[in-house]
């Protein structure tokens, strides 16, 4: 299998890793964090006020958009790059995640998930060539790989039914995207919180071949403590030369520990949720503007920030206009915790690559330990 984007590994740290992914769209640098761009747009962003927060990648997300546009239209209208105006490399996910969760509304089989769109109630079949002809319609750069993933906790009888048919589902995926020049498909390794079943899947996976490799199934309910005794030793399961994945982390400290642990890239919709509830994630923790405290408070939410939301506005302003329910609110917050997560990957970029993450990661935890200090 010829690899269609090249991970070259700059640096390593304990286990914590600095790299460049190089695609023919541009290169990410890592460890990366993608803002989720559900529905072709990262919610209350400009796709220009993206990329002013250093951000080198999006996700976009088969399941939304195979329903609302469709991805025929899409691909009619020149692909998703140009669709919502963002130049840069896109990965999709395969929908598995989605469809789990409509719970009731799916019915599983050794074919695929026949599922009713929770938009309007329409039946559709998304299968390991669908997903794959899906995300070919859209034109993402790094295509994730059909899969199962059961919510957690569940039984070990579930989770090793539901990781033997991903990776059959694998198989058929790599199957179907064929050969396509510039563009990349992803395995994912699921197993739940089963050792055994991790190695198992990643054996699986690296016999197929894949130009990388998701840490699938975690974030799903088992906690910080639990995902993180996953991750001592499944991103040295997949291949050392390829990209590692942790998909759906996570708040700050779920990245950090991430990273220290081997993973190269991750997705949240968190950054942007909170922005728009009233959170700001910042180096002392997270922010509630919502709170009354803050309604007299002149200073910015970090005067260290340098984004749009602390160079030019004040707590209490922030305060004001969330309560006041203004649109303004949700885009200057999730400008705000964009611009922090994407500051974040840099500063521990630059810690990998000089051989300082134990002490970074020692400032991290101490600065929140210390926490929001309140107006004097």
Do not use: N, W
């Given at each position: 299998m010829t690899g269609r984007v090249q991970f070259e590994l700059k640096a390593t740290d304990g286990k914590a890793r600095t790299g460049v992914i190089r695609t023919t769209r541009g290169d990410i640098r890592?460890?990366?964090?993608?803002?989720?761009?559900?529905?072709?747009?990262?919610?209350?962003?400009?796709?220009?006020?993206v990329a002013a927060t250093g951000a080198d990648i999006l996700l976009g997300n088969t399941y939304h958009l195979m329903l609302r546009p469709t991805a025929e239209r899409i691909a009619a209208l020149g692909g998703l790059h140009r669709f919502m105006n963002w130049e840069k490399p896109i990965l999709t996910d395969s929908g598995g995640f989605q469809v789990m969760s409509l719970a009731g509304l799916?019915?599983?089989?050794?074919?695929?998930?026949?599922?009713?769109?929770?938009?309007?109630?329409?039946?559709?079949?998304?299968?390991?060539?669908?997903?794959?002809?899906?995300?070919?319609?859209?034109?993402?750069?790094?295509?994730?790989?059909?899969?199962?993933?059961?919510?957690?906790?569940?039984?070990r009888k579930r989770i090793e039914e539901s990781m033997r048919l991903s990776m059959r589902w694998a198989a058929r995926s790599r199957e179907a995207f064929g050969d396509r020049p510039g563009h990349a498909l992803f395995g994912i390794q699921q197993g739940g919180l089963e050792r055994d079943l991790r190695e198992a899947s990643a054996e699986a996976l690296t016999a197929?071949?894949?130009?990388?490799y998701a840490i699938?199934?975690?974030?799903?309910?088992?906690?910080?403590?639990?995902?993180?005794?996953?991750?001592?030793?499944?991103?040295?399961?997949?291949p050392a030369d390829k990209v590692r994945y942790l998909m759906g982390v996570g708040k700050p400290d779920d990245i950090?520990?991430?990273?220290?642990?081997?993973?190269?890239?991750?997705?949240?919709?968190?950054?942007?949720?909170?922005g728009r509830t009233g959170q700001a994630f910042t180096r002392r923790g997270v922010v509630n503007i919502k709170n009354a405290r803050h309604a007299d408070d002149p200073r910015p939410l970090d005067e260290a920030c340098a984004c749009p939301a602390c160079s030019g506005y004040s707590r209490a302003y922030l305060h004001h206009v969330f309560r006041a329910g203004e649109m303004i609110s949700g885009m200057l917050l999730t400008w705000h915790n964009l611009h922090y997560y994407q500051l974040l990957m840099r500063e521990m970029r630059a810690a990998i690559a000089s051989g300082e993450f134990a002490a970074f990661e020692t400032g991290f935890h101490a600065a929140r330990a210390e926490g929001d200090i309140p107006q004097l």
């Open positions: 890592t460890p990366a964090f993608m803002p989720v761009g559900t529905a072709a747009t990262v919610k209350a962003m400009l796709p220009e006020s799916r019915k599983l089989t050794e074919e695929g998930v026949r599922f009713a769109s929770h938009i309007d109630g329409s039946k559709h079949m998304l299968t390991p060539e669908r997903s794959m002809e899906i995300q070919r319609l859209l034109g993402s750069d790094i295509v994730m790989c059909f899969d199962e993933c059961p919510a957690l906790p569940a039984d197929i071949g894949f130009d990388g699938g199934g975690l974030a799903v309910g088992e906690g910080q403590e639990a995902m993180f005794g996953v991750l001592d030793y499944a991103p040295e399961t997949l950090v520990g991430a990273v220290k642990r081997g993973v190269d890239i991750m997705d949240c919709v968190l950054p942007s949720r909170s």
